[in-house]
C-alpha cells in the first residue's frame, strides 16, 4: 500500500488505529478451542468486529511460531482474509527480523512474496545490509525498531554516543539514508509523549507506528500532541486492550467496542489538528 | 546441553565445527526437487555426510520461513533427525529473534519447548526484558548478537560512547549481568581476527559463536589465535562453503569433504592450544 493510500483511509475513516493480532491459545475464550483453527476463528472474529474502526492491522509472528507450523497456517490464513474481505486495511508482520543481506532477501521474499503483508518491523542492530533488502518492493514497507515502549530499551537504545546522540537518534539518522518516508517507517513506544519531539526533530516526515498505548500504560493524546504531522504519520497499535477486552462469548463484541472508543478519540484529535 | 558436554563433545571429536543449514531451493541440486521435501531431503544427506566433524548445527531460520508453513515442517523435521541419530550434536536455531517480555516467552516456549533446540540467536536491541525469558530453561541458550560479520555491523555496533566504549562492548558487558557463561553465548563475525582480543577483554569465558569463517572471508587461524580459551570458548560456523560444495549428484560426498578438512585444521590448532 502506497503511502498516499495510508493516508486516504485514515482520512476517510477518522481513524489511525491498528490492531494487534497477539493472538494466544491460552487467553482466547474457551469455546473456540473446538473450532478446528481456534486462532483464525478468533482472528476472523475480531477481525469482523474492530475493522470499521481500524486502518490497520499487525500480527505479532511470535504468537504464531509458538504453535510451529500449524501457527504459520493460522497467520497464512489470517491474512488471505484480510486481503479478501477488507482490502483497505494496512497489514503489519511484527516479526522484528534482521540478518546479514543474503538472510535478509530471504525473509524479504517470506514475507512481502509468499505472505504477502504490506510492512514488517526489522530490527536494526545488524545495519543497512540488514534493511536494504527490503526496500526494493513497490507499495511495501520496512517499519525499523527506533525507540521501544519496553523497559529494556532504556539499555542500548538510550546510549549516547560521543557526540551526544542517542542510539535510536542514529538509527533513524543514518536510516533515513537508505529509504525514504515512502517506504519506512519507524516503531516509537509511547510510554513517554514528550520523546515524540525529539524523533520529530530526526524524523519530521515519517510516519510512526506506536505502540505501548493502553496496556503498556502510553496517552494517545501526549502521542498526537508531540507526534502529529500534516499527513498524520501514527499508527497508534494496541492490542491486548481490544483483542482480550472481554473473555466470555462477546469476547468480539467488547473488542469492537474498545477499538470503536479509541477511534472516536482520534477521529476528535484528527479534527482538532485540522487534519479532517 | 550443558557446557560441560559441549566441551566434551569439542575435545572427544577434535573439532568446534558448526555446519549452518542455510539450504535454499534455489541453490540445492535439481535432482532433489522431484523428492516430497526437498529441503528435508537435502539437510538430511548433509547431516549424514558431516556429523562425524561436527559438534553443532545450525539452521537459519530465514531459509525455512520463506517457504512458509511448509518450511517449519521442513525444520521440524530437521531437528527431530537431528535429535534422533546424532544426540550429541548442539542445535542452533539461527533466528535473531528480539521482542517485548511476554512475546520473547512466546519465541522461547516456540525455539525451546516446540522445536526443541539447544540454543537461539537473539538480536540484543531491546534490552534486558527481550532476553531474560530465554534464560530460565535448564541447559538451553541464548546467542546475542554482539559483532555481526556482515558490512552493516558497522553502522549501530561500532557507535563509541561517551565514555570511549563501542555498542558491542556494552551489549556484551551489559548482558553479562542477565545470564552466565553457562547460558550465554555470544555471535561474533570473523572478518577481522583481531577484534577477539577486544571481545575477550569483556567476555573472558563465553562460548562465542563465529560465522563468517570461508564464504564470508575469515581466517580460522586469526580467530584461534585471538579468541580460543582454555574450554576452547569456540563454535566456528560454515555454511555455503561446506553445504554447496557440490551441486552435482555428489554434493553430500562433497560436503563431507570440506567439513573433514575444517575439522583437520581445527583438531591440529586444539592440539596446538594443548586443550586436546
Redesign the interface.
Known amino acids: 500500500m502506497k503511502r498516499t493510500e495510508l493516508f486516504e483511509n485514515i482520512c476517510r475513516k477518522g481513524s489511525f488505529l491498528c490492531v494487534g493480532l497477539?493472538t494466544?491459545l491460552k487467553k482466547i475464550p474457551e469455546h473456540l478451542l473446538k473450532e478446528e483453527d481456534p486462532i483464525f476463528a478468533f482472528n476472523k472474529a475480531i477481525i469482523d468486529a474492530t475493522a470499521p474502526y481500524t486502518i490497520a492491522y499487525k500480527p505479532?509472528l511470535?504468537?504464531y511460531?509458538?504453535?510451529?507450523?500449524?501457527g504459520?497456517?493460522s497467520l497464512?490464513k489470517t491474512v488471505k482474509y484480510l486481503r479478501e474481505n477488507y482490502p483497505d486495511q494496512f497489514i503489519i508482520a511484527d516479526a522484528?527480523?534482521?540478518?546479514?543481506?543474503n538472510?535478509?532477501g530471504?525473509?524479504a521474499?517470506?514475507f512481502f512474496e509468499?505472505?504477502d503483508v504490506d510492512a514488517l518491523t526489522v530490527?536494526?542492530?545488524?545495519?543497512?545490509?540488514?534493511?536494504t533488502p527490503f526496500l526494493g518492493y513497490d507499495g511495501k514497507w520496512v517499519i525499523l525498531?527506533a525507540l521501544?515502549?519496553?523497559?529494556?530499551?532504556?539499555?542500548?537504545?538510550m546510549?549516547?554516543?560521543?557526540h551526544?546522540h542517542r542510539?535510536f537518534e542514529?538509527?533513524i539518522k543514518?536510516s533515513s539514508h537508505w529509504g525514504s518516508p515512502v517506504n519506512m517507517m519507524y516503531v516509537v513506544g509511547a510510554t513517554r509523549g514528550e520523546m515524540f519531539k525529539d524523533i520529530r526533530a530526526v524524523a519530521p516526515r515519517s510516519f510512526l507506528l506506536v505502540p505501548g498505548v493502553g496496556a503498556q500504560g502510553g496517552s494517545l493524546e501526549e502521542v498526537v500532541k508531540y507526534g502529529i504531522i500534516d499527513e498524520c504519520g501514527l499508527i497508534v497499535n494496541s492490542s491486548r486492550g481490544i483483542i482480550y477486552a472481554s473473555k466470555g462469548d462477546d469476547f468480539a463484541e467488547a473488542a469492537g467496542r474498545e477499538a470503536a472508543k479509541l477511534a472516536a478519540q482520534m477521529k476528535e484529535l484528527l479534527t482538532q489538528h485540522n487534519i479532517i
Chains 1, 2 share one sequence.
Open positions: 497477539d494466544d505479532n511470535a504468537f511460531e509458538s504453535a510451529g507450523a500449524a504459520w497456517i497464512e522484528k527480523r534482521g540478518d546479514i543481506g538472510t535478509a530471504l525473509y521474499r517470506s509468499h505472505l530490527a536494526p542492530y545488524m545495519g543497512e545490509d540488514s534493511v525498531l521501544t515502549s519496553n523497559p529494556g530499551s532504556q539499555d542500548f537504545q546510549i549516547e554516543d560521543k551526544g542510539v542514529d538509527v543514518k
